[in-house]
């Protein structure tokens, strides 16, 4: 695992200076502690820092070919490359090392740009082929591995966060202020927006290649939309398979030469990835695990139930407000806006976890994978109700305000929320309010009239994002329409950001078996009836298949999520704190917000009339953002 960057000034002559990838490798050390790595030919530069994993004494980065054409720096882990290796060697390749990077290399010979097509894992390349003069950019098919960029036409900077960008000569940091909106609504900022206008993210499952003055991005992988869904296989067969699918993809994910352990939540998913990982290990599984002192955000009593059923070696660790001094350190690791308040947890969890291991396995992916949020039982239902007469609708609307107190995630918060979604014209805008923290309803009377000119008149990017979005998946089940929209949305965009930035910051490689590309095309052919099964049956046929592996009462739970306490922290410990930055007539003179709007919402919050945590806590994350980057910016 590492961090890279680099420059090519495609358009000019002028050389990349070791001083200038110093400065970008500097920001990014934490990404790779154990070694540095350059190269530099005329106009081109690469520069790495790595974090050792696999073949410690010889892996230096960058590699090359035989003849020192070909030039990689890589970020991430290929699964297969062993594979990929002996085939290489068979066709008359020669290595250097034992190392996952220096396959791509000769990969890339034989394939050209395909050669991503071959590789199961996570990455963000960079690759110089200096006969055809020609750069290659590559992520990893979901985006666990994230490559930002800068190009103006002639030069083009590359890094694997939005910091180094920062120090390239000439970048300019004018703001995007339709990246500020989508911010708002997602909770995160959607590729391949960044916060600056002149800094863009490469797309999950692209590449981007610079040849002949130009710029070209393609995809190259995609969900099997075509494929036919399993209707016809008897359960007991698909049972199996993907009980050897998941094995496999954990079992190839435990190759390491360095210590290795697990998140465990206590939910459905990372109990199953830790059942696995004991059945492939002759010793016991080290895991580890994280709560709060607030009982009802706490599921450390289920992650002892899994630990004791496996005899693994726990490590438990309490998340409380007065950590949440770390911001400051997590605002400048994301470089641009992020709102999913689990990052707080997750660098804490991931903090905790490197003291003992170097890599971790967890369970992102299990939800969208078979149907597992709460949204897409509450979408189910929609379907129906929806048919129902708006008058009903606005009526039992009306009756869930009778309850003041709507602390997130209770009965009347939910039914509230599902409601006003009920309400909403269309499927994108149903769907936008369920996952949105300023939704469609929340939005009216937020921003100044200075802020609506200067984004865009009414333009809204999120929803736009959102509605395009659904227009792909057509002909698939409710069911995985929802669910190609998450992992072309909310996985990459949000949860693999999180937990990117938050197991990085702290030096910690993690690996998700359940977005194993190959496990999820597998699930993608599942019909949508037998993930999400009556009313209460979310991810029905994964915990079906391994029910047997999992104490009674974690396969019979439903979805917790990994929530933080906020409601309670702004009107405690936080309090000062938010209206002290939020507040504060800086903040307020960026010019972003309706003051009576904002002081509404704080007051609502404080009196008790309306949990506003999260709405405060993507306002706090905004403006804790820009005093780290954009300090001195009004509209």
Not at 108 to 115: L, N, R
Not at 241 to 247: A, D, T, V, W
Not at 329 to 347: F, I, Q
Not at 555 to 563: D, I
Request: charged share 25%; net charge neutral.
């Amino acid at each position: 695992m590492c961090g890279i960057c680099g420059i090519y000034n495609y358009g000019t002559s002028e050389p990349v200076t070791r001083d200038e990838l110093e400065k970008m490798t500097g920001l990014i050390v934490h990404r790779g502690p154990d070694d540095e790595g350059f190269y530099q030919e005329d106009n081109i530069g690469l520069a790495m820092r790595r974090l050792s994993i696999i073949d410690l004494s010889s892996g230096h980065q960058p590699i090359s070919n035989e003849d020192g054409s070909v030039w990689i720096i890589f970020n991430g882990e290929i699964y297969n490359f062993q594979a990929l290796r002996e085939e290489l060697l068979a066709r008359g390749h020669r290595f250097k090392t034992k190392s996952d990077t220096e396959t791509i290399v000769h990969l890339y010979e034989e394939k050209g740009t395909d050669f991503v097509k071959s590789l199961r894992g996570m990455f963000a390349i960079a690759l110089w082929d200096s006969r055809r003069k020609r750069l290659v950019l590559a992520r990893d098919r979901i985006g666990k591995k994230p490559l930002y960029y800068a190009a103006n036409g002639y030069s083009i900077a590359f890094a694997s966060e939005l910091r180094p960008l920062l120090t390239v000569r000439g970048f300019k940091r004018d703001l995007d202020l339709a990246a500020v909106d989508a911010y708002l609504t997602l909770q995160y900022i959607p590729s391949p927006l960044s916060i600056f206008k002149n800094a863009r993210k490469l797309e999950p499952a692209s590449v981007l290649v610079v040849e002949d003055g130009a710029l070209k991005i393609e995809k190259y992988w995609d969900l099997p939309l075509a494929a036919e869904k399993l209707d016809y296989v008897p359960l007991s067969e698909i049972k199996e398979r993907l009980y050897n699918e998941l094995f496999e993809a954990t079992k190839i994910r435990l190759i390491s030469e360095v210590p290795l352990g697990a998140f465990l939540s206590g939910g459905i998913d990372s109990s199953i990835v830790t059942a696995l990982m004991a059945r492939s290990s002759p010793d016991p599984v080290k895991t580890f695990s994280i709560g709060f002192k607030e009982a009802e955000f706490s599921e450390l009593e289920y992650a002892r139930q899994v630990a004791k059923m496996y005899g693994t070696k726990h490590t438990e660790f309490i998340v409380e407000a007065n950590m949440a001094e770390v911001l400051e350190k997590l605002v400048a690791h994301y470089g641009e806006p992020y709102a999913d308040a689990s990052a707080l947890p997750s660098y804490f969890v991931s903090r905790e976890t490197r003291k003992a291991v170097t890599v971790a396995l967890n369970g992102d992916g299990g939800d969208e994978n078979f149907g597992g949020y709460l949204r897409y039982m509450a979408m189910k239902i929609d379907s129906v109700w929806g048919r129902a007469p708006a008058a009903l609708k606005k009526s039992l609307l009306n009756f869930t305000y009778l309850f003041p107190k709507k602390a997130p995630y209770n009965v009347f918060w939910r039914a509230e929320k599902f409601m006003k979604s009920s309400l909403l014209e269309t499927l994108p805008l149903r769907y936008l309010s369920t996952v949105a923290f300023f939704g469609p309803n929340d939005k009216p009377g937020l921003f100044s009239n200075e802020f609506i000119n200067a984004r865009g008149g009414s333009a809204d990017y999120a929803e736009k994002y959102i509605t395009e979005l659904f227009k792909i998946p057509a002909g698939q089940d409710l069911l995985n329409k929802l669910i190609y929209v998450d992992f072309r949305s909310y996985l990459p965009e949000c949860l693999m950001t999180k937990m990117d930035i938050a197991s990085m910051a702290n030096s910690l490689e993690t690996r998700s078996p359940f977005l194993d590309h190959k496990v999820i095309e597998f699930a993608y052919t599942l019909p949508g009836k037998i993930k999400l099964k009556g009313v209460n049956g979310t991810k029905w046929i994964l915990k079906e298949t391994f029910k047997d592996m999992l104490p009674p009462e974690i396969y019979r739970r439903g979805k917790m999520g990994f929530g933080i306490p906020l409601g309670p922290w702004f009107k405690g410990e936080l309090k000062d704190r938010w209206a002290g930055t939020c507040l504060s007539e800086k903040a307020l003179s960026r010019g972003y917000f309706n003051r009576d709007h904002l002081f509404r919402i704080w007051d609502e919050h404080q009196n008790g009339k309306r949990d506003h945590g999260y709405h405060l806590w993507a306002l706090f994350m905004l403006e804790l953002w820009h005093q780290r980057f954009a300090d001195n910016f009004k509209i």
